[in-house]
């Protein structure tokens, strides 16, 4: 008869006197588990537990293998039997689920530990995308970018915090450095207005200067038609000159106009290049993300499938165990002996068969 050893005592498993389980309840179910550091006292809760649970199975499967043996009274034998297994289930039941109650407590506090990490953690990252985009950064979905430079989201996630706040620091120079050269860009236009318009105004003053003086010098020199003549002349060049060079001031703002138009050209041709590469980096991600799904949804289908199985071939492969169980008859004849043995080699090969069936499942 099978004989289990608990706690230094030896008693049998079917049946199990009532005063070894009291035992085993006062000196399990006093265990406890002091918070989910009491990693020794998880410990000792569990191995008690499934003290309880072997002597259970233990009880249930010797239960089982009497009940087929015992053919001639089994009526009045199962009703017996069936009576005692059931009492000490009972007994044993509050054991084990007492301990379970108190594995799943611990259990569960460390599930969540885990979550508040994993809610501390969500909170970080977001406080890093959100200062990045408070300093200006463009984000795609996967890499924050300002210029030429680039930083993955994934680098931001995994990044020490020295390290992040480089980065950041870097993306903050960049746009620094943006702001300066427009502002020097605003400074130079200003000053050149201010030239051109120094400019204007020194011709005015000097075309009004050249007529005042034509005019006191008519008036004072009327009858000298000759000489007036000649300074006409001298007028016409003069203004020709003036005209000339305003011409020629005319022609270097039109320069600088041009010039700023084609530079906001290029910059823009510099925009859509770059925008252009991003969109198709983002197809791509798109593309392997798809097949990535693909790929899970199919192994989750498959796994699935296998799950779904395992009950069955879990009572498909039990039936065998109970098919194939052989019990040696008491033969007394040589030919007996003989068949016996025919027979068990027979059996082993249909069991072989059965068993590779269920495991093929």
């Not at 989910?36 to 259970?56: L, P, S």
């Not at 995308?129 to 993955?152: H, I, Y």
């Not at 798809?290 to 492969?317: G, H, N, Q, V, Y």
Request: glycine share 2%; hydrophobic share 45%; net charge negative.
């Amino acid at each position: 008869m099978n004989l289990e050893i608990v706690e230094g005592r030896v008693f049998d498993v079917i049946g199990a006197q009532d005063a070894v389980i009291a035992q085993m309840d006062a000196q399990y179910l006093t265990l406890k588990i002091n918070g989910v550091t009491d990693k020794k006292g998880f410990e000792a809760v569990h191995a008690a537990r499934m003290i309880y649970k072997k002597i259970r199975v233990e009880v249930e499967r010797k239960g089982l293998e009497l009940r087929k043996k015992a053919k001639a009274t089994i009526e009045d034998y199962l009703v017996e039997e069936k009576t005692e297994e059931a009492r000490i289930l009972k007994l044993l039941e509050p054991g084990e689920t007492i301990l379970s109650a108190e594995e799943k407590a611990y259990t569960d506090a460390l599930e969540a530990i885990k979550a508040v990490e994993e809610r501390k953690e969500a909170e970080r990252i977001q406080a890093r995308r959100d200062r990045l985009s408070a300093l200006g950064v463009m984000f795609n979905g996967q890499v924050w970018a300002a210029g030429e430079k680039t930083l993955p989201d994934v680098v931001v996630r995994i990044l020490s915090d020295p390290e992040f706040e480089a980065q950041a620091t870097a993306f903050d120079l960049i746009f620094t450095e943006a702001k300066r050269i427009s502002d020097e860009a605003e400074s130079k236009r200003k000053e050149e207005a201010a030239l051109l318009e120094k400019a204007r105004a020194d011709l005015e003053a000097e075309r009004l200067r050249i007529e005042a003086v034509a005019s006191a010098q008519r008036e004072k020199e009327a009858g000298l038609l000759a000489e007036a003549a000649r300074i006409e002349k001298e007028k016409q060049a003069a203004a020709d000159a003036e005209k000339k060079r305003l011409a020629e001031i005319e022609r270097q703002k039109q320069k600088v106009i041009d010039d700023e138009a084609r530079a906001v050209e290029l910059e823009q041709a510099k925009q859509a290049a770059a925008l252009e590469a991003v969109k198709d980096m983002e197809e791509k991600q798109a593309r392997d993300l798809a097949e990535k799904t693909a790929k899970d949804e199919a192994a989750r289908i498959a796994a699935e499938k296998k799950a779904a199985k395992l009950p069955d071939k879990t009572k498909l492969s039990q039936m065998l165990d109970e098919v194939f169980r052989i019990t040696t008859p008491d033969i007394k004849t040589p030919e007996a002996r003989s068949a016996y043995t025919v027979i068990c080699t027979k059996i082993e090969a249909a069991e072989k068969v059965c068993r590779e069936i269920v495991e093929a499942l």
